[in-house]
């Protein structure tokens, strides 16, 4: 994913020093997405601290973030907003298509259901090690509106990232010019003193929400943009993303909710479009200002469709509701999301008996093992792998299905957890339920054979049981989450956040201004 960073960090140092400023590289504590244990989420909090350290501690004026793979663009963005000085963000860019058998196929979204299609029997081992090695051609973060690319639409879209920036691939002669331009760019910043509190205003993370349900993003980015927003002072709620998104049209035909992947994104001219068609449907502030100093209207004016088949007519849309649902009710009281344009519209409006697994652990024990008393009707439950009871809140909510449903030709199923889950996967996936299990919320008590009411449409999370029942349950739980002895992820444990406010640490929040500290000696 991030390789090839250092080779665009060069660009932009010598586009800083064309501009006529000092470069100085930072290195920030490395987060690698698929090999982090238990998970990479645990440690975007981590990446952020070093980040702010680094720039609090050294004499510097400006700051270029060059992001990536999923959380090192909201870990970037939330040291940059902390310490206020100067600061825009450069993306690495996405890998090139993938293609297998004449089929196009994107990094995580083909994996996932190739993954299925071994456990049902209708693909061999050694055909998924070959469809493997087809999906990554090139460095690059993944080639689908997975949450690196949703971050880097969102830090557009925010407009903390020049113009065009989320959807140049990585290897693409242009994306080196936009390093530079970016280096460039910073230099002038500082001179104006423009710096992220001039950009990350309430309405900048209004048509960022909407660029999200626009393009399909991720369901990770709910948790990262209310980060952000805490860094800044901006009260954003899951309220606001569910008013701001409700009626947004999907209108990029991208995977994993669509057909494309990001290379055809860029050839049709990239996020820009999207922006341009949500501000011509009044579904966009085209007022706020970005970091090239011009508002965004005056950055996506201009911009031309190259492909109408890639980025939709508002008309004709992938999905008529994208956006992000935020669910609530008495098993969510303080919310839960899905993402319609992923999920299956036969499931919008389910009632379903509820089999339960206790941890990941208790799932992979179970979930191949045919006496498992599970059909498609079923509502399968995860608990504890939220921010604290995992720890750091993994990418498992979108637990695979049981092979014996996967052999009648069953592909979906609703799925509830307090997990997160890949920006790459798809579903009719119930996220971030909070209070999370770990913090004895409703989902801690839920058991094998409740009936479970979902009803997207009116945004109800419902468990059949009294409130009496409820209260009952409540009193005699005991929490079964692992628990850390002692480093960081005691100190992550002890101090974060549910989902619902972003997953931060209690002592995180806020810009703190970016003053000079005293000196070493």
């Known amino acids: ?58 004499p510097i004026d400006g700051v270029v973030l060059t992001i990536g793979c999923d959380k090192t663009t909201p870990a970037l963005l939330m040291a940059a907003a902390t310490v206020g000085m100067p600061a825009l963000a450069f993306s690495v860019g996405p890998m090139l298509n993938g293609w297998f058998q ?23 081992q050694e055909e998924f090690l070959s469809a493997e090695s087809a ?61 992220p509190s001039d950009v990350l205003t309430r309405a900048a993370f209004e048509n960022a929400i909407r660029c999200n349900g626009a393009v399909g993003g991720s369901t990770n980015t709910v948790v990262h943009m209310l980060a952000i927003a805490g860094r800044v002072g901006i009260d954003i ?28 994104f860029f050839y049709a001219g990239g996020l820009p479009v999207v922006l341009k068609r949500l501000a011509e449907a009044g579904k966009l502030h085209k007022d706020a200002l970005t970091v090239s100093g011009e508002t965004v209207w005056d950055e996506i004016k201009d911009a031309v469709n190259g492909n109408e088949d890639v980025i939709l007519p508002i008309d004709k849309p992938l999905t008529e509701k994208g956006g992000i649902a935020v669910l609530k009710g008495n098993l969510a009281p303080k919310g839960a999301i899905l993402k319609p344009s992923a999920a299956s519209a036969h499931l919008m409006q389910h009632r379903g008996r509820a089999v339960v697994f206790e941890d990941i652990d208790d799932y992979k024990a179970k979930i191949n093992d045919d006496a498992l008393d599970i059909d498609e009707t079923c509502i399968m439950v995860l608990k504890n792998c939220g921010p604290k009871g995992y720890p750091g809140m993994a990418e498992v909510g979108n637990m695979g299905l049981p092979p014996k449903v996967l052999k009648k030709g069953i592909t979906d199923m609703i799925r509830i957890s307090d997990a997160r889950m890949s920006g790459t996967a798809y579903g009719t996936v119930i996220l ?13 008590v839920v058991q094998s054979g409740d009936m479970i009411e ?9 468990l059949d049981i009294s409130d009496a029942e409820l209260a009952e349950r409540l009193s005699n739980w005991q929490p079964s989450h692992e628990t850390a002895a002692s480093g960081y992820a005691w ?31």
């Not at 004449?102 to 061999?124: D, N």
């Not at 971030?432 to 801690?444: D, K, R, V, Y």
């Not at 979902?454 to 419902?462: G, I, P, T």
């Open 432 to 444: 971030h339920t909070s209070p999370e299990a770990a913090a004895g919320g409703p989902l801690a």
């Open 1 to 58: 994913c991030n390789r090839h960073q250092t080779e665009r960090a060069k660009r932009t140092r010598d586009g800083i020093i064309a501009a006529g400023g000092i470069p100085m590289e930072i290195p920030v504590h490395p987060i690698q997405e698929t090999g982090k244990r238990p998970t990479a989420m645990l440690d975007r909090n981590l990446a952020y601290l070093s980040l702010v350290e680094s720039l609090y501690g050294y």
């Open 102 to 124: 004449g089929e196009r196929v994107g990094a995580g979204t083909h994996l996932w259901r190739f993954s299925e299609a071994v456990k049902a029997g209708e693909m061999t």
């Open 135 to 195: 999906v990554t051609r090139s460095s690059g973060t993944c080639n689908t509106m997975g949450t690196a690319s949703s971050m880097a639409s969102m830090a557009e879209a925010l407009g903390m990232a020049l113009s065009g920036n989320a959807a140049i691939p990585a290897v693409d002669s242009r994306r080196r010019v936009m390093a530079q331009l970016s280096g460039r760019r910073i230099v002038q910043m500082v001179k104006d003193d423009l710096k």
């Open 491 to 521: 100190l992550h444990q002890a101090h974060v956040e549910g989902a619902d406010t972003g997953a931060d640490l209690d002592f995180l929040k806020g810009c703190r201004g970016a003053p000079v500290g005293k000196d070493s000696h």
């Open 454 to 462: 979902v009803d997207v449409e009116n945004r109800r999370l419902h």
């Open 237 to 264: 709620t899951l309220d606001d993303w569910d008013r701001c998104g409700r009626d947004i049209a999907t209108i990029l035909n991208l995977q994993p909710s669509g057909k494309y992947l990001m290379e055809e």
